[in-house]
């Protein structure tokens, strides 16, 4: 059976070694700034001191924050992507499609928990706006088609949007940070939910 393709997001125009040197440095820089100090430490002058660069070319490269924020976030979900779309099994091609979808669920757990902070502001910004996202579409449509693998006979479309809403950021921190949960425990909740 023939792989369905789905879009990657916005694909990045070349570059010039030493520019895309720079701009791997300065996304690594913010990461890790936003790892361990939260959003609210992502300025233009720490990422440029984290990054061992002048701020002008932090401002050069991204414009302001909330480009380089943006930035960080397509970046996280172009590696994501290339990963389920490609990479090896359970998530990637090559394995059954419920062992696709289990291992999917996990990695998007992990993911939006590795980047809670931004994406809660991103979702306070525009709460509606994340069902009209590229991303979202994408996300949508991959669960959607390794449902209609594994359940020819369930209508995949919606069952693709009730298996991705528990994913919202202020859900994930809700259950993380006010309730306590593991990511573990997520993880069981998620197969609990699968064996439904």
């Known amino acids: 059976m023939p792989r369905p393709e789905l879009p990657v997001t ?35 002058n720490a990422v440029a001191h984290a990054a061992d660069m002048g701020v002008g070319t932090v401002y050069r490269r991204f414009g302001d924050v909330n480009r380089l924020l943006l930035a960080l976030l397509d970046d996280g979900e172009r590696r994501f992507q290339q990963a389920f779309l490609s ?8 394995a059954p499609p419920a062992e696709r979808l289990r291992a999917f669920l996990h990695a998007l757990a992990d993911r939006v928990l590795d980047q809670l902070a931004i994406l809660a502001t991103a979702e306070a ?29 369930a209508d995949a479309t919606v069952l693709a949007h ?14 993380t940070a006010d309730r306590g949960l593991t990511v573990a425990q997520l993880k069981a909740g998620i197969d609990d939910l699968l064996a439904l």
Do not use: W
């Open 10 to 44: 916005g694909q990045a125009p070349p570059e010039r070694a030493d520019a895309a040197r720079n701009r791997r440095r300065i996304l690594d820089a913010a990461a890790r700034l936003l790892a361990e100090q939260g959003p609210e430490a992502v300025t233009m």
């Open 87 to 94: 990479g090896p099994p359970p998530l990637g091609p090559d």
């Open 125 to 153: 910004a525009a709460p509606c706006a994340r069902y009209s996202s590229g991303v979202y579409l994408t996300l949508h449509t991959h669960v959607a088609v390794l449902l209609r693998q594994a359940r020819p006979d």
């Open 162 to 175: 009730l298996l991705l809403a528990p994913f919202v950021p202020s859900l994930l921190g809700h259950l």
